[in-house]
């Protein structure tokens, strides 16, 4: 089955501790990227990605960092979570840019303490 | 940057009446702009998208309508039904650009 995958699915944690976001796509897309939603703001970009090696900031990308290094694999890392990143985190991949149908995960929930 | 604003945030309709839905951005180079649909506890869903050089587009139940003069999309759900109910997100974007999307409308469909 096409999907997007992420883990965990839910995630509470403690400010300052170190957390990793998995995200894997068995679709072969090139193009991934990370969203927050929050109550009121939409969806917000954080990092995309348009190939392996290849990735940039979008519109929210302070205290996240990302890495490409397999296509299938685009983990979200947070370095020193602070309690402003408590939301809900979505993945998204498509065949070839922003121009083409984003699939999206089914979204990891976190919460900072 | 592009910015995209979509109204109401919330609408709530009777089961069989017609819901439109709002969006306006601000990049005249924008060329693209999909539609997506997210149920409870799930990922959002494109449901249709239209490009710039098409005016309108159809799907079933589902319109887009997009007026590049006056930079604005509006979503057109016709024959409404309880399964209608979720929250849609509009979305712009130019070439390679990141989409952009739309704060979205909570839609109630009351049966």
């Known amino acids: 089955e096409a999907q997007v995958t992420q883990n965990p699915r839910y995630l509470i944690t403690v400010t300052g501790k170190k957390l990793t976001v998995t995200c894997s796509q068995n679709?072969?897309?090139?193009?991934m990227s990370w969203y927050r939603q929050d109550p009121g703001l939409g969806l917000r970009q954080i990092y995309y990605?348009?190939?392996?090696?290849?990735?940039d900031k979008g519109d929210v990308p302070e205290g996240y960092k990302v890495s490409r290094k397999e296509k299938r694999n685009f983990p979200l890392i947070l370095e020193s979570p602070s309690p402003n990143q408590t939301s809900l985190y979505f993945c998204?991949?498509?065949?070839?840019?922003?121009?083409?149908?984003?699939?999206f995960g089914p979204g990891t929930r976190l919460t900072v303490l | 940057g592009e910015n995209v604003e979509q109204h109401p945030s919330t609408l709530s309709v009777q089961e069989g009446d017609s819901a439109v839905i709002k969006c306006t951005y601000s990049?005249?180079?924008?060329?693209?702009f999909p539609w997506y649909k997210q149920e409870l506890g799930k990922g959002p869903q494109l449901i249709i998208d239209?490009?710039?050089?098409?005016g309108e587009k159809k799907d079933q139940r589902i319109a887009v309508t997009l007026n590049k003069t006056a930079k604005h999309f509006s979503l057109h759900i016709t024959e409404t039904q309880p399964e209608d109910s979720a929250v849609y997100f509009c979305?712009?974007?130019?070439?390679?650009?990141?989409?952009?999307f739309g704060k979205g409308t909570r839609l109630s469909v009351i049966a």
């Open positions: 998204a991949s498509s065949f070839s840019g922003a121009l083409r149908e984003q699939f």
């Open positions: 679709m072969n897309h090139e193009y």
């Open positions: 990605s348009m190939n392996v090696e290849v990735t």
């Open positions: 990049d005249s180079a924008s060329n693209y």
């Open positions: 239209i490009r710039s050089n098409v």
């Open positions: 979305a712009a974007s130019r070439g390679n650009t990141p989409l952009v």
